[in-house]
């Protein structure tokens, strides 16, 4: 086999990998549109989308503020939302007063409300200060929503999320780019939901 040939076949294996984790998210739609009305519904009543993840993770839930706060899509209407791991002194301080574990919960405590929405990002659903937050953000009243990958670990086991999008890969690489597409659907479509403002009113919510 050539080096041309031998770097198409990798190529093509490596496209291969994501391509079901992909279909398998769309396949998931129904859960992803009734995540996504529950988020309307909550930005609606004017609430704010809290997002927090380690490691990777957290340039993820930096990345999905930025899209609710500045759309880059002319015309769609700006949301409030912020995310928990931006703040470095906060964060090191909590971890060193706390524990590492306590620095999403410990700032849903005195930021959120129940009318806000949590969005926690793990790859692995195993990620104990994604877990904390997120059992925080249930204790609050807030609308809890998880993104995970592999089998959804912990998260998806002990179901501490109100909804849970799962990226069904073992690889962090195509997890995180499943997880990608997913926060951009679901930014899409609560901005589908907007254009329906019928859908959000009391009446209207399952």
Same mark, same amino acid.
């Given at each position: 086999?050539?080096?041309?040939?031998? /770097?198409? %076949?990798? $190529?093509?294996?490596?496209? #291969?990998?994501?391509?079901?984790? !992909?279909?398998? @998210? &769309?396949?998931?739609?129904?859960?992803?549109?009734?995540?996504?009305?529950?988020?309307?519904?909550?930005?609606?009543?004017?609430?704010?989308?809290?997002?927090?993840?380690?490691?990777?993770?957290?340039?993820?839930?930096?990345?999905?503020?930025?899209?609710?706060?500045?759309?880059?899509?002319?015309?769609?209407?700006?949301?409030?939302?912020?995310?928990?791991?931006?703040?470095?002194?906060?964060?090191? /301080?909590? %971890?060193? $007063?706390?524990?590492?574990? #306590?620095?999403?919960?410990?700032? !849903?405590?005195? @930021? &959120?409300?129940?009318?806000?929405?949590?969005?926690?990002?793990?790859?692995?659903?195993?990620?104990?200060?994604?877990?904390?937050?997120?059992?925080?953000?249930?204790?609050?009243?807030?609308?809890?929503?998880?993104?995970?990958?592999?089998?959804?670990?912990?998260?998806?086991?002990?179901?501490?999320?109100?909804?849970?999008?799962?990226?069904?890969?073992?690889?962090?690489?195509?997890?995180?780019?499943?997880?990608?597409?997913?926060?951009?659907?679901?930014? #899409?479509?609560?901005?589908?939901?907007?254009?329906?403002?019928?859908?959000?009113?009391?009446?209207?919510?399952?």
């Amino acid at each position: 086999m050539s080096r041309a040939s031998a /770097g198409t %076949a990798t $190529a093509a294996e490596l496209f #291969e990998r994501r391509v079901l984790p !992909l279909y398998q @998210l &769309a396949d998931d739609a129904g859960a992803i549109a009734a995540a996504c009305h529950a988020m309307a519904v909550r930005f609606h009543r004017g609430g704010t989308l809290v997002v927090f993840g380690s490691g990777t993770a957290s340039t993820d839930a930096q990345h999905v503020v930025v899209e609710f706060v500045h759309p880059v899509v002319m015309g769609k209407r700006a949301l409030p939302a912020i995310s928990l791991t931006a703040d470095v002194a906060t964060v090191t /301080g909590i %971890a060193g $007063a706390e524990g590492f574990d #306590e620095i999403f919960a410990h700032q !849903l405590s005195h @930021l &959120a409300s129940a009318r806000d929405i949590a969005l926690g990002i793990s790859p692995d659903g195993n990620c104990a200060s994604v877990l904390r937050g997120l059992a925080a953000a249930r204790e609050l009243g807030m609308l809890t929503v998880a993104l995970v990958g592999g089998d959804g670990g912990r998260v998806a086991s002990l179901q501490t999320a109100d909804h849970i999008v799962v990226a069904h890969s073992d690889d962090p690489r195509v997890i995180k780019e499943v997880h990608v597409t997913a926060y951009h659907v679901l930014w #899409e479509l609560v901005h589908v939901f907007f254009q329906h403002p019928d859908l959000l009113e009391p009446r209207a919510v399952a």
